[in-house]
C-alpha cells in the first residue's frame, strides 16, 4: 500500500470523525453538539443564581442529587405497576410519592424546584436529571455527569417500598437495586452521593448532619471514614437506621446500611477500591448516574445535552485518616486485598460542622 493511498485515507477518517463531533453556535455564543441543547443554557444560568447560590456544593446541590435518584429507582424489572424511572414523576405525583416514608424530607427539594420548572420549558423528569448534573458540577472533584434530553411527562407515580431504607439489611437493598438493574459494584458506586450529602429527618435534633467529614467536596473520605471504628452518636442516637459514627469525627452521621454494605463480603472490596484509587470512585459514579438517570427511558429518542454540564473544579488533596485516627482504627473487610496504607492528619480530633440549609 502506498504512503499516498495511505495519507488519503487517513484523511477521509479524519473527516469522517470531524464531522461526527461539529458544533452549533447558540444565539448566546455557546457552541454544543446539537441546536436542542441550547435551550438548556437560559436553565443553566437561572438554577445556578437562584437554587445553587451562585453554584456552591450546598444544600440544594446535595437534595438536587437526592431526589434525582429517588424518582429514578421507583422502577422495577418484575413489576407492571411500578414507576416509569427517571420520568419526574415525584413531581408530577409529589402528593403520593412525598408520602412515602423513605422520600422523608423530599418534600423540601420538590418546593424549591417547582418555580424553575414552571418557568422553563423542560418536563420535570428532565429538570430533575438536568439539575442534578449541575448541582454535582459545582462540587470539587466531581465528575462531569452525562444528560440526555427527551424524558417525556410521567404517566403514574412509582410504588411505595421501592427506595431502600437505612435500616434495610444488606441483602433487601441489594435485592431491590437487581431489580432495578443494578448489582452489587454498582451499588456501591452509586453511594458516592454520600460523600457530599448529610441527613435531617434520622436525627431531627442534628439537622445537616454530614455522611463524612468534608461534605462540601466530591472525594473518597467518605468509603474511608465509614471504615472507621463506631463509638459515638452525633445527637439523641442511637436512632432507628442510624449506627455509631467515630469518635473522633464528633457531628459525623452514619447510616446503617452504609455501615454494613462496607463490611458485607458482596461489598465490602468494590468499597475498598474506591478508598484505593478516587479515579475508580469517579468514573464507575459517572457511569452508574448515566445509567441511572435514563431508568426506563428510550434513549433513542433523547438528546445527548452533556456538553452544557459545567466542567467541575479538580479536588485538592487524597484520601486520609482524620486527626486522631490510625489504621488500627480501620475494620478492613475486603479480604482479597490489604488496605491501604493512608496518612493521619496532624493534631487533635476535629468536630465535624453540620451542612446549613439553604
Not at 473527516?15 to 441543547?37: F, I, M, Q, Y
Not at 422553563?120 to 462531569?144: E, K, M, W, Y
Request: hydrophobic content about 35%.
Amino acid at each position: 500500500m502506498s504512503l499516498k493511498y495511505l495519507t488519503i485515507v487517513f484523511s477521509l477518517v479524519y473527516l469522517v470523525s470531524a464531522g461526527l463531533v461539529r458544533r452549533v453556535t447558540c444565539p448566546d455564543g455557546n457552541a454544543v453538539s446539537n441546536k436542542k441543547c441550547c435551550d438548556l443554557f437560559p436553565v443553566l444560568e437561572d438554577i445556578q443564581k437562584n437554587l445553587f447560590d451562585n453554584g456552591e456544593c450546598g444544600e440544594d446541590a446535595h437534595s438536587a442529587l437526592r431526589i434525582a435518584f429517588h424518582d429514578a429507582i421507583g422502577y422495577s424489572k418484575k413489576s407492571k405497576h411500578a414507576g416509569g424511572g427517571a420520568d419526574g414523576s415525584i413531581y408530577t405525583f409529589a402528593n403520593q410519592e412525598t408520602a412515602y416514608p423513605a422520600n422523608g424530607g423530599i418534600d423540601d427539594i420538590v418546593a424549591r424546584q417547582k418555580p424553575f420548572i414552571e418557568r422553563h420549558n423542560l418536563t420535570p423528569g428532565d429538570f430533575i436529571q438536568f439539575a442534578a448534573a449541575v448541582g454535582v458540577s459545582n462540587c470539587p472533584g466531581a465528575p462531569r455527569l452525562e444528560f440526555l434530553l427527551g424524558r417525556p411527562k410521567a404517566t403514574r407515580p412509582a410504588e411505595d417500598l421501592t427506595v431502600p431504607e437505612p435500616f434495610h439489611n444488606v441483602e433487601t437493598i441489594l435485592d431491590r437495586f437487581d431489580d432495578a438493574g443494578f448489582g452489587p459494584s454498582d451499588v456501591v458506586a452509586l453511594l458516592t452521593s454520600h460523600t457530599i450529602a448529610a441527613a435531617d429527618k434520622v436525627d431531627s435534633t442534628v439537622p445537616g448532619a454530614p455522611f463524612d467529614s468534608t461534605p462540601g467536596v466530591f472525594d473518597n473520605q467518605f468509603f474511608v471514614e465509614t471504615l472507621l471504628r463506631g463509638g459515638s452518636y452525633p445527637g439523641t442516637g442511637p436512632n432507628k437506621g442510624e449506627v455509631p459514627a467515630p469518635d473522633a469525627l464528633r457531628g459525623e452521621m452514619r447510616l446503617e446500611s452504609d455501615h454494613y454494605l462496607a463490611r458485607h463480603p458482596r461489598t465490602a472490596c468494590y468499597w475498598q477500591k474506591n478508598v484505593e484509587s478516587e479515579d475508580y470512585m469517579m468514573s464507575s459514579f459517572k457511569t452508574q448516574m448515566a445509567k441511572l438517570a435514563v431508568l426506563g427511558q428510550n434513549t433513542k429518542e433523547m438528546v445527548d445535552c452533556s456538553d452544557v454540564i459545567p466542567m467541575p473544579k479538580p479536588r485538592v488533596g487524597k484520601a486520609h485518616l482524620p486527626a486522631g485516627t490510625s489504621l488500627h482504627d480501620i475494620e478492613a473487610s475486603c479480604d482479597e486485598t490489604p488496605f491501604p496504607t493512608l496518612s493521619a492528619d496532624p493534631g487533635n480530633a476535629t468536630p465535624v460542622k453540620p451542612v446549613k440549609a439553604s
